[in-house]
Every structure is written in C-alpha cells, then in structure tokens.
C-alpha cells in the first residue's frame, strides 16, 4: 500500500499519476483506468479544497472471485459534512462547483463509501476492479 | 506550475495542452487566453487535448468557460482530440460540454471555425 500526502495542486496531480500506474500494471482496461483515474482526481482536489488537506492510499486489492482491483482511501481532518446524502446528490454544491465530484466520481467506480461527520473528517474508500 | 503555450495562426490561437493539467494551470490558461483574444482579435480557439489523459469536472468546467469568454470576444471555440476513454468518462461523470464545439481533430476544428459566417 502506498501512502501519498495532498497539500496542494501538485500533489493532486502526482495521485492521478499514481492511480493511472497501479490501474494500468492491475489489468483494468483503459476505460476503467481512465475513469479511476478522474474518481481519484475529484476525490484528491475535495480532500485539498474542502478537507484542508490530508492522504490518499492505493492498494491492490483480491476479490473473492479472484478479480484484482484497486482501492482508494481518501481522508482528511477537516470540517466533514453535515448531510452526507445531500452532498451525494448530482448538482448539490457547498462551493462554485458544479456538484459533480462526489456523485459523479461514485458512478465512475464500482464501490464507493463516504464516512464524516461534521468536526471529525472525511473518508472516501472507492475501490474499480478489472472485468 | 506549468504554463500552456498559446499560439496565433492566422485569425485562430491554438493550444495543445501537452502537460498534466493542474487546476491552477487551467485558471492561468484561462486568463491567458482571454489577454491573448483582446490583444490579437483572434475570432477562432482551437483547444486540442489529444494528450490529456482525464477531463475531470473542474477542468470540463474550466473548457466550457473558456467557450464563454471567447465568446465575449466575438471568438468561437472548438475542443478537438478529445480521447475515446475521456468521452465516456466524461458522459458518465455527467458534465456536458455545453457552450463549446468538439470536432475529431485539428484540421477538422479549423474547418468549422473557417466555416462559421
């Protein structure tokens, strides 16, 4: 598992780079890695922008079925959200968005699972397996 | 920070983004782009993104205002090279281009801003 910090623009940058490798060297077709890829690009610009920084961690992951997948684990300490299922909601917004990030990056993957509460952080753990 | 290259052919700026986009690059282009349109009076902006590899929902977003502003200026704008993969994701994300052109490549971009009356 690697761990890798989200402190700035550059950062955010150097996840996609990471994801796109691990997707790639996982066997997920380059549809599916682009679309890893653009989930870890709106859930690492929300942990910088609205979670004041934190990590995302890539791991490679074994289904049951004996699929291999890549996992994404998102965290930060910042403010959390209040009403998870608005915020999943298409076109709802805390920002100048468009509300596209959080509910467009959970289509984009095949699991995906939001943990916060207001004052004690977000989690993000989204996970795309290879067909 | 990289910055993106804006280059003037004939009345049309070009720009390939050849670099891992950045938000903070895209904003930049952004204010590039609309100095460049009210210097030169280009009526045309090709943006070509045969090299990105995602269009994420800021940088989607970005385009489309790069379509509006241009547009302010009396300019269309046309994204071309746009990568199969990226379409789909894009459609899947939810975000629709709205308020700029596509076409398949360069030449046929230039062929459409040329077209325009």
Redesign the interface.
């Known amino acids: 598992m690697d761990e890798l910090p989200i402190q700035s623009g550059d950062d955010v940058v150097r996840v996609r780079q990471h994801v796109r490798n691990a997707a790639a060297s996982n066997g997920l077709s380059l549809v599916d890695q682009t679309k890893l890829v653009t989930a870890a690009s709106e859930l690492a610009r929300n942990t910088l922008i609205h979670g004041g920084g934190g990590v995302a961690r890539v791991e490679v992951v074994k289904s049951a079925n004996g699929r291999t997948g890549v996992k994404l684990h998102f965290a930060d300490d910042g403010p959390g959200i209040a009403d998870v299922d608005l915020a999943l909601t298409d076109g709802w917004t805390s920002g100048t968005g468009l509300g596209l990030g959080l509910s467009g990056s959970r289509r984009l993957v095949d699991e995906f699972e939001l943990k916060s509460e207001p004052g004690a952080g977000t989690s993000v753990v989204v996970v795309k397996w290879s067909r | 920070?990289d910055q993106v290259p804006i280059l003037k052919i004939g009345q049309t700026l070009f720009v390939s983004i050849q670099i891992?986009?950045?938000?903070?690059s895209v904003m930049l282009l952004q204010e590039d782009l609309a100095a460049e349109l009210a210097a030169t009076a280009a009526t045309g902006v090709i943006i070509d993104i045969t090299a990105v590899?995602?269009?994420?929902?800021?940088i989607g977003?970005m385009l489309a205002t790069i379509g509006s502003i241009s547009r302010l200026f009396d300019a269309e704008t046309v994204i071309v090279g746009m990568?199969?993969?990226?379409a789909?994701?894009l459609t899947?994300?939810?975000?629709s281009l709205n308020g700029v052109r596509t076409a398949l490549n360069a030449e046929k971009g230039l062929a459409l801003l040329n077209g325009r009356d």
């Open positions: 920070m891992d986009l950045q938000d903070e590899e995602i269009v994420d929902s800021f977003r990568r199969p993969a990226v789909i994701t899947e994300l939810g975000l």
